[in-house]
């Protein structure tokens, strides 16, 4: 290195922190790979292989969001797309008995992903900002729509399905079982994963960040923003076509759901309630997405309802998501004041625990009378049973929902006090919060 | 030699309203130009027409003798010009390293390249370090953009507008906002970073103008009413009855 | 054939002053608050099963007048405790806020009345035939909305045109930002401007409701389209809106009643490609491709004119 980088430029990571950089990933790879070891169950396999999908889709989607500044609605395309050629090529290869095993087939679906995204991008990425996001839904609804007009390449209503075992085997893996879906998926999560955090580190991956922050500054050192965003948008597709294809690879069918505005919400809700502001975001809200999903829809009937409040407050109170949420608390613990807040956060969890309960008490009873009005009102929500008609349990929800409100907007102010404190402490120890 | 920068008979109007009439302006190579005029002349305007931010209406823009009017900015900054802005336009979440790094990134010839580490891209990060040290922010390096203060940011400023390399620099108000201490180290780092090369610079502080320009240009109600080297302007009647005043020496 | 122009074009016109009834609130509240909303079409959808209820209560008349009202006190409670809060995490938290918002109401309504339509019937007085064209007879009800709209277009151009609050959100169209540094208090005339957006779009629904199908999906019908009517007229240019609305209006009316397709006009493909997607694009008709028409349409404008027809503002 050159005398001035020496003296002035970041110092090149020591050898220590790049072993602990290669070792997490032959950590995460060792988990994925014993994880089925831990968890036996069926269930868990088909669940671990959703949540990769929605990893490897919300990551894709955040090349976008959070790395270029475009806000999609209607990412689910390409993901779709993906999904489509893969079924028909399985169908093909299959047909024809050609020399391609199932591993491959997921880099079709990336490669349908990119083609498409390659030739819809120009002019999507024309504009940015709230057009952007305008054209994105339009160019979603159209497609959405063409679905049911070309039925020999969609199926319809139906979709196309496809058996997945009627490939060429390698290794004698058929597929047929949910475990191996699961390596298989946990095999491509991982390569994507790291794909993509290696894209980050690329001078294209920089001036992305670039175009976020300033798109008019970035063509006075130039760069054409329009040709940033392109890059950006043919990623973004790939990622997602290699997603959709592993879903339908997963489900073995593929129907213009999978194209549709909720797909597209869906892995919306993912990369924000993660955290669109770091990398590990889109991976974290994707687990918990796909974990909320599944899990809530046992517990209550209007899960969705609550999954969109949930949003709601992501994005009123915690614009970082949940990785925000804790890398906030970073500069604290490194100056060590994180222990000044934490009696604030115990004290406030109650009053806002009984007002989160007051409201799902409310929700559940009025679903009780607006859904299903003729049933027994002695209901469960959330495994907790109680009756629906009880003028007590009406005057509960009304004191738990407003008197938690109350207590609870006192509790969070002491906590934002807390916070000021040990901020500017932390700021005097020199440590930047 | 062709002239570094030259307007010929450039008009810009907005509607029915004319911002600038029948501008003529030539710039030599290596020479350092100062464009002064009271507030509203249009000389925002007509950084905005050489970098490309806008069209003339009509006349010719020319870069090294060459047309550049109708341009988009980015192939004008190709060429050699580069410009900073009078209010601060940086990259407000990324650290200042990061800044000077994309600034210095297309002149290195990487383009749009996805498929090689930037940490990795020596010539990449001896470029940015030296901005770097030329700007005095080394001890700020880590620091993002948008937390720097007035003077720290102003200086970032001049240096993302350097740090490609330009041979012509086009500076919009360097020292507005300053204190006088502040104002005197960047005009140092001015004259620093632009040795050899072509400067055009709008500035309101006469002391920075006359201690800094080879030439002066006067622009008032967007037409040039003046231009020649400091004591000529300083001596011209026009001038003085338009924008100067009457100083006392 | 000439009965058949007639009615569409009626038809057309009537569903392009509806689509303007919601696209000019869109519009303003885009212009002045800088968000788009997406609930827009959620506040149309609320406007309409409000009316419903009422009116199962009250009547159709009570609901006409209640519906909005509720509708767009609800709006401008949303900007005064949520939108204004979500204001200074940016402009994406902005717009996913009324998102998410969106996607609420939808749950709500589809828990209070459930996912199927909801009988939603023309008031008796209104239920009788207006004219006869030709053999075709015209409902007196759709009279009643293309009157209603053009009363309320005629309002909204005059309180713009000749009262002090309308000079104000002509200029915070173009200028928002200089609004507040003339004094005026900004949070009274955001929440007003909201308020009566949505209850703009929440008349359209009251109106449509009985007409068109009041079911839980309608806001997510009808809210894509709405966005192509604001891109394709220009963000942030009400007159744009208003030609874009009428535009689409016609253009899918006619398309649905067209049943002509490359097959009729050229033949049809040989068998080799009968069951290929070639077939389906052959043989498809206008009146089934007339859905995606608007989008269409959208495509074609970003292509050649990307700020729309008459767009002055950029994002």
């Given at each position: ?5 020496a ?61 270029t ?7 689910a395309?390409y ?13 093909i ?15 079709i ?6 083609f ?12 940015s900002?709230?057009a952007?996001a ?61 794909a993509?955090?290696?894209?980050t ?9 670039a ?97 969109g ?15 925000g ?10 100056a ?9 956060y ?8 009984a ?10 009873t ?9 049933d ?58 | ?11 810009k109007s ?11 302006l ?52 190709r ?23 994309c ?70 108000e ?13 005009v ?6 632009t ?55 | ?40 079409a ?20 009570p ?42 109401i ?16 023309v ?46 959100v ?53 809210g894509?389209?709405?966005?192509v ?71 074609l ?15």
């Amino acid at each position: 290195m050159s005398e001035i980088s020496a003296s002035a430029a970041p110092p090149p990571p020591a050898a220590a922190e790049r072993l602990r950089f290669y070792a997490s990933w032959l950590v995460a790879a060792i988990v994925l790979l014993l994880l089925p070891n831990i968890f036996t169950s069926g269930g868990s396999m088909t669940t671990f292989s959703l949540m990769g999908i929605s990893i490897i889709f919300s990551l894709s989607y955040n090349i976008l969001l959070g790395q270029t500044g475009m806000l999609s609605f209607g990412h689910a395309v390409y993901y779709g797309l993906g999904g489509f050629l893969a079924i028909h090529s399985m169908n093909i290869i299959g047909a024809h008995k050609l020399p391609i095993p199932l591993p491959i087939v997921p880099l079709i679906g990336g490669l349908s992903g990119l083609f498409f995204a390659a030739l819809l991008g120009w002019v999507s990425t024309q504009r940015s900002g709230t057009a952007f996001a305008m054209i994105s839904l339009g160019l979603a609804e159209l497609i959405a729509s063409s679905a049911l007009i070309l039925r020999s390449f969609f199926g319809g209503e139906a979709g196309v399905s496809t058996n997945r075992t009627k490939l060429l085997k390698l290794f004698d893996w058929s597929f047929g079982s949910q475990i191996q879906i699961y390596y298989l998926v946990a095999a491509w999560t991982l390569i994507a994963v790291i794909a993509m955090y290696a894209l980050t580190r690329t001078p294209l991956g920089r001036m992305c960040n670039a175009v976020r922050d300033n798109p008019e500054r970035v063509q006075f050192v130039g760069y054409n923003p329009h040709v940033v965003r392109y890059l950006a948008f043919c990623f973004a597709g790939f990622f997602a076509g290699l997603a959709g294809a592993l879903a339908a690879i997963n489900f073995e069918i593929a129907n213009s759901a999978y194209l549709g505005a909720e797909q597209s919400g869906t892995v919306l809700f993912a990369a924000y309630i993660g955290g669109i502001g770091f990398f590990i975001g889109p991976i974290v809200g994707a687990i918990f997405v796909t974990f909320l999903s599944l899990g809530l829809s046992d517990l209550t009937q209007v899960w969705q309802l609550y999954f969109g409040l949930i949003f709601i407050a992501v994005v009123m109170f915690a614009p970082g998501g949940l990785t925000g949420l804790l890398m906030m608390h970073r500069p604290l613990v490194k100056a060590g004041t994180l222990p000044k807040v934490i009696p604030g956060y115990l004290i406030a969890l109650v009053p806002t625990l009984a007002m989160i309960a007051g409201l799902v008490l409310s929700i559940e009873t009025i679903v009780h009378y607006t859904v299903n009005p003729g049933d027994d009102p002695h209901i469960k929500a959330f495994g907790v049973g109680f009756d629906a008609a009880s003028p007590f349990i009406w005057a509960l929800a009304a004191v738990l929902l407003i008197g938690g409100f109350l207590v609870a907007r006192k509790t969070w102010s002491w906590v934002g006090h807390a916070w000021d404190e040990a901020a500017t402490m932390a700021r005097e120890k020199g440590i930047a919060a | 030699m062709s002239a570094a920068i030259e307007l010929r008979a450039v008009e810009k109007s907005f509607g029915q309203v004319a911002i600038l009439r029948n501008i003529n302006l030539s710039v030599a190579q290596g020479e350092r130009h100062a464009l002064i005029g009271p507030n509203g002349a249009g000389k925002s305007t007509t950084f905005n027409l050489i970098s490309g931010y806008m069209k003339p209406t009509s006349g010719h823009v020319l870069l090294r003798g060459q047309e550049i009017a109708g341009l988009p900015p980015y192939q004008i900054n190709r060429r050699g010009l580069s410009r900073s802005f009078q209010v601060t336009n940086v990259f407000t979440h990324m650290s200042v390293w990061e800044n000077l790094r994309c600034a210095v990134l297309w002149s290195t010839g990487q383009r749009y390249a996805f498929w090689m580490n930037i940490d990795n891209l020596p010539e990449v990060r001896d470029r940015t370090a030296q901005i770097l040290t030329d700007i005095n922010l080394t001890a700020r390096r880590d620091v993002p953009a948008g937390l720097l203060t007035y003077a720290e940011q102003r200086a970032l400023e001049i240096g993302i507008t350097v740090a490609g390399g330009a041979d012509v620099i086009l500076l919009d108000e360097p020292t507005a906002g300053m204190s006088h201490a502040e104002t005197e180290r960047a005009v140092a780092l001015i004259r620093r970073l632009t040795e050899g090369r072509t400067l055009l610079i709008v500035e309101h502080d006469m002391s920075v103008v006359f201690g800094l320009a080879d030439r002066i240009s006067v622009l008032v109600y967007g037409q040039i009413i003046a231009s020649g080297t400091p004591e000529e302007i300083r001596g011209d009647p026009k001038v003085r009855e338009a924008y100067l005043g009457e100083e006392v020496a | 054939m000439l009965e058949l122009i007639v009615i569409s074009t009626l038809n057309g016109v009537l569903f392009g002053m509806l689509l303007f009834l919601m696209a000019s609130g869109l519009t303003v509240i885009f212009s002045m608050l800088g968000v788009l909303n997406f609930a827009h079409a959620s506040f149309y959808m609320l406007g309409a099963f409000f009316g419903f209820q009422i009116s199962q209560w009250f009547g159709f008349w009570p609901a006409l007048l209640i519906a909005p009202l509720l509708a767009g006190a609800i709006g401008a409670g949303v900007e005064r405790y949520g939108l204004r809060r979500v204001h200074r995490n940016g402009h994406v938290a902005e717009l996913l806020f009324t998102f998410g918002l969106a996607f609420v109401i939808e749950e709500i309504v589809q828990i209070i009345w459930g996912k199927s339509p909801v009988d939603f019937r023309v008031p008796a007085l209104l239920d009788f035939s207006a004219f006869t064209i030709f053999s075709t007879s015209y409902p007196a009800y759709k009279m009643f909305m293309l009157l209603i709209s053009v009363a309320i277009f005629v309002g909204l151009l005059l309180v713009l045109k000749k009262t002090r609050i309308g000079l104000i959100v002509q200029a915070a169209l173009t200028h928002p930002h200089m609004v507040g540094h003339l004094g005026h208090n900004v949070g009274r005339i955001f929440m007003l401007v909201f308020g009566v957006g949505t209850a703009l779009a929440a008349v359209a629904g009251v109106i449509a409701g009985p007409a068109l199908v009041t079911q839980s999906n309608m806001a997510g019908l009808l809210g894509p389209i709405l966005f192509v009517v604001v891109v394709v007229g220009g963000l942030g240019s009400l007159p744009g809106a208003f030609v874009a609305s009428l535009l689409i209006g016609l253009l899918q009316t006619f398309a649905v009643s067209m049943s002509g397709s490359l097959s009729g006009a050229f033949g049809p493909l040989s068998p080799a490609y009968a069951s290929t997607w070639l077939a389906d694009i052959w043989g498809v008709t206008i009146a089934q491709i007339a859905p995606i028409m608007p989008y269409l349409l959208m495509v074609l404008i970003l292509i050649f004119r990307p700020m729309g027809l008459l767009g002055t503002r950029d994002t």
